[in-house]
């Protein structure tokens, strides 16, 4: 098959693929052309191959807006020849790119699909499904949550994280039906309204959530479910549901299971962000694009406790009236007083199961 008008042949993994010569490759990215690709995503797309490799239960998985199908053919290529992988996109010249990209690297497990993926979800179920649309996720959860077989997977990213994070808080609350809030720690609360509104509309089908590994990274925020059928799992999953109530004068952050003031954040997913058994399960091969952050962000995921904020090293400063003391010395203190760890949202977060006032008093010690 000949190569795509306008395309030209780059290399990302171990996997060579056809995009457009001229194409996003930082931020967000901006439309350029009809078909879409960002060289900056390739981190997103490790990450996939990683726990692709990781998921022998996934026999079949659909790339929901494939694009030149650079995701499907290297989980294909990479991690899963087994599995039967459908790379969709509604706009034809995309479907000639993933045609080209298969022939390229005889993937003979991907089909390339030319529907709405609405349209393409009301016909076909799967294993797993990639959503990674341009912006917001919102108008496709339901279609792609119907379109799961029976303890199925979705892999579900965010870009509109600007809203998420509380800088249009309004914005989220027409999308997610969630409250947003700036805060040093609104990358995560970004992150667990996504994971909220997911579990809000898988609730309405009787069905429950598990997540698999949730993270944010450059500018958008990412998560991996897996559902659980049944009224008693859609009950057990929005029980883990709550709100989280910031002071920015005074830095006091508390959980709550409803909304106590006009600064509460949520609703949002108060349980684990990871399964651990299945991190422990991925590696960073050798073949991946990014190895090496893929490597640093595997530990630090592992790393994380459980506890659905973190403090930044910067922040504690300023609530002590000291100067930043070193993050290492930081963490020594309060680990010598109670759990801590680092956190993948921030070089200079911290997680710990101490209070906020313990927090406070120890880092004016150090």
């Given at each position: 098959?000949?190569?795509?008008?306008?395309?030209?042949?780059?290399?990302?993994?171990?996997?060579?693929?056809?995009?457009?010569?001229?194409?996003?490759?930082?931020?967000?990215?901006?439309?350029?052309?009809?078909?879409?690709?960002?060289?900056?995503?390739?981190?997103?797309?490790?990450?996939?191959?990683?726990?692709?490799?990781?998921?022998?239960?996934?026999?079949?998985?659909?790339?929901?807006?494939?694009?030149?199908?650079?995701?499907?053919?290297?989980?294909?290529?990479?991690?899963?020849?087994?599995?039967?992988?459908?790379?969709?996109?509604?706009?034809?010249?995309?479907?000639?790119?993933?045609?080209?990209?298969?022939?390229?690297?005889?993937?003979?497990?991907?089909?390339?699909?030319?529907?709405?993926?609405?349209?393409?979800?009301?016909?076909?179920?799967?294993?797993?499904?990639?959503?990674?649309?341009?912006?917001?996720?919102?108008?496709?959860?339901?279609?792609?949550?119907?379109?799961?077989?029976?303890?199925?997977?979705?892999?579900?990213?965010?870009?509109?994280?600007?809203?998420?994070?509380?800088?249009?808080?309004?914005?989220?609350?027409?999308?997610?039906?969630?409250?947003?809030?700036?805060?040093?720690?609104?990358?995560?609360?970004?992150?667990?309204i996504l994971i909220g509104h997911i579990a809000r509309e898988a609730a309405k089908e009787d069905k429950g959530l598990d997540t698999v590994l949730s993270y944010y990274a450059d500018h958008y925020m990412r998560t991996f479910v897996r559902m659980r059928?049944?009224?008693?799992?859609?009950?057990?999953?929005?029980?883990?549901?709550?709100?989280?109530?910031?002071?920015?004068?005074?830095?006091?952050?508390?959980?709550?299971?409803?909304?106590?003031?006009?600064?509460?954040?949520?609703?949002?997913?108060?349980?684990?962000?990871?399964?651990?058994?299945?991190?422990?399960?991925?590696?960073?091969?050798?073949?991946?694009?990014?190895?090496?952050?893929?490597?640093?962000?595997?530990?630090?995921?592992?790393?994380?406790?459980?506890?659905?904020?973190?403090?930044?090293?910067?922040?504690?400063?300023s609530l002590s009236r000291t100067s930043p003391r070193p993050l290492g010395a930081v963490l020594e203190a309060l680990g010598a007083c109670g759990r801590v760890s680092r956190t993948h949202f921030s070089p200079t977060g911290i997680r710990t199961e101490?209070?906020?006032?313990?927090?406070?008093?120890?880092?004016?010690?150090?």
């Amino acid at each position: 098959m000949s190569s795509p008008e306008g395309s030209v042949i780059i290399r990302e993994g171990s996997t060579e693929l056809y995009v457009p010569e001229l194409h996003s490759n930082k931020g967000p990215g901006k439309r350029i052309g009809r078909v879409f690709f960002n060289d900056q995503m390739s981190f997103n797309r490790d990450v996939s191959v990683m726990l692709l490799a990781s998921s022998p239960k996934v026999r079949t998985a659909l790339d929901a807006m494939a694009a030149t199908g650079v995701r499907a053919i290297r989980i294909a290529n990479e991690a899963r020849p087994d599995v039967h992988m459908v790379a969709n996109d509604k706009d034809a010249e995309a479907c000639a790119y993933i045609e080209a990209n298969a022939d390229l690297n005889s993937t003979g497990n991907v089909e390339a699909s030319n529907e709405d993926l609405r349209c393409l979800l009301a016909k076909r179920v799967f294993d797993y499904i990639d959503l990674d649309p341009f912006g917001t996720p919102v108008p496709f959860v339901p279609a792609v949550l119907q379109g799961l077989k029976r303890s199925g997977m979705a892999g579900i990213t965010a870009t509109d994280t600007a809203p998420l994070a509380g800088t249009y808080p309004k914005k989220c609350a027409r999308r997610y039906g969630a409250f947003s809030q700036r805060s040093p720690f609104g990358h995560e609360t970004g992150l667990r309204i996504l994971i909220g509104h997911i579990a809000r509309e898988a609730a309405k089908e009787d069905k429950g959530l598990d997540t698999v590994l949730s993270y944010y990274a450059d500018h958008y925020m990412r998560t991996f479910v897996r559902m659980r059928e049944g009224g008693a799992e859609a009950d057990r999953t929005l029980e883990r549901l709550g709100f989280i109530d910031y002071d920015p004068g005074t830095g006091c952050r508390t959980v709550s299971p409803e909304r106590s003031s006009a600064r509460s954040i949520g609703p949002l997913w108060l349980g684990p962000l990871h399964d651990h058994e299945t991190l422990d399960s991925m590696r960073a091969g050798e073949g991946l694009h990014r190895r090496s952050r893929c490597e640093k962000y595997l530990e630090l995921w592992r790393g994380e406790l459980e506890v659905p904020f973190f403090y930044d090293n910067d922040e504690l400063a300023s609530l002590s009236r000291t100067s930043p003391r070193p993050l290492g010395a930081v963490l020594e203190a309060l680990g010598a007083c109670g759990r801590v760890s680092r956190t993948h949202f921030s070089p200079t977060g911290i997680r710990t199961e101490l209070s906020y006032r313990e927090v406070l008093d120890i880092y004016k010690t150090i």
